[in-house]
């Protein structure tokens, strides 16, 4: 990304020769950890931008994961709130807060000049190192992509792919399985093929694309998923690829009408234009929606959406265990607003964030932590059942002490068999 600190002391420049008051804001994003994962950073200044949007500020990019805001002087403090606002919400989730360093202009000048010198001579002194980078980073990147796309172009990725149940809790003793999640880990692939992929970008956004191009053809030929209700993350950019139509062509309605395309939450927050046109594109097909990775703080700003959108996954955070009754309760006013059905709460990794997740209200669940409460219920449903026979066989004894073992025990075993084929399929508990 260039930056612009010539760009930024020009402005200054102008200002203050013009005798144009405006303010100066200088936001040093560093320190905040995961600011350099390639999404965060997108989400992050997206959000800013937004709040400086408003106030018709101007933004210029820094040297060092830094940004700068320049603002009318009557808006400055507003710009300051905004941020100092979004600052607190980072610390609140564990991130570090936002350096603000704020120059009123003329009347901060030299202080600017002072503080955008150390900017300049930092860049400076990235210039010829980010260049030598860049053009071994780029044919590396390229490189790497081209080894992994040649494998994958064709290939059944089945083995690549991994499963998970989502469940409905509304009957705690014995929960029903409403949908199966079909994704493939970005890191296997890593594992795969010895290569960084979340951390860089471009690679990020070649292989997803590729992936998900890879998915949809999978889906195309595996017929045995037809009768499933089936959920899978794809992309905007893949939804409004000329791809998905030929997908939505080729694939019957029946396995249509049984699959649901999640939709990353942080691609609104990064483009709500493209975002919307791909929802638009799957309600044009009657296709089923799923809004994945939604913050359960961010609920409340969600209007409540249409039939069509089949679910509204919120992620698990440690916060969730730590909440009031009175938080509680908002929690389970937006789900109600909502819709409990279709608000799954999703990474739900032990026990103590399943439990606290009901606590909360949800009633649709995901995550390892789901699936070993599941198995819990099994197990407990199994012993009681196994301890109810053991108590029908004592009392049928001591009313009958002749009766024939071997008869006995092959009605046990058939009353086993009518069990076991009763709840054999995967749908039901």
Partial sequence: MKTQETELIRRAQSAAETDTPCSILILNLA???HIEDPVFFRILVTSLEKRAGMLKADRFNLVGHRLSFVVEASAAAELERAITQLSELLLSHGKAEIEIIRFDIPAKLDAFFEQARLLVDLARNQVHDSIEEALSDEQENLSRFLSIEETLHSADISSLLREQAIYDFTDDQKPQIVAYEIFCSISDVEDLYSTSIKQNP???DHVTALLDERM????THDHNQADRVISINLHSETILSDGFRRFVQRISQHQLSNLVFELPYMEFLADPDRFQRALDRLAQNKLKVAIDGVAWTSLKS???????VRFIKVEWHDQLSEIDDEGRLQILEQLERLGKNRCVLIHCGN???VKAGLDAGFRVMQGWGVDEDVAQ????????TSAAIRAQNEMMEDLDPDED???HAGG???WFGKLFKTHHREDEF
Avoid at 216 to 219: E, P, V
Avoid at 302 to 308: D, L
Avoid at 377 to 384: K, T, V
Wanted: no cysteine; aromatic share 12%; proline share 9%.
């Fill in 216 to 219: 949809l053809a999978h889906l």
């Fill in 302 to 308: 969600i209007v409540k959406p249409p039939s069509s």
């Fill in 351 to 353: 026990l103590d964030a």
């Fill in 405 to 407: 073992d071997d008869d």
């Fill in 202 to 204: 471009w690679l990020f």
């Fill in 412 to 414: 046990i075993s058939k």
């Fill in 31 to 33: 320190g905040i950890p």
């Fill in 377 to 384: 219920i099994r197990r407990d449903y199994f012993d009681r």
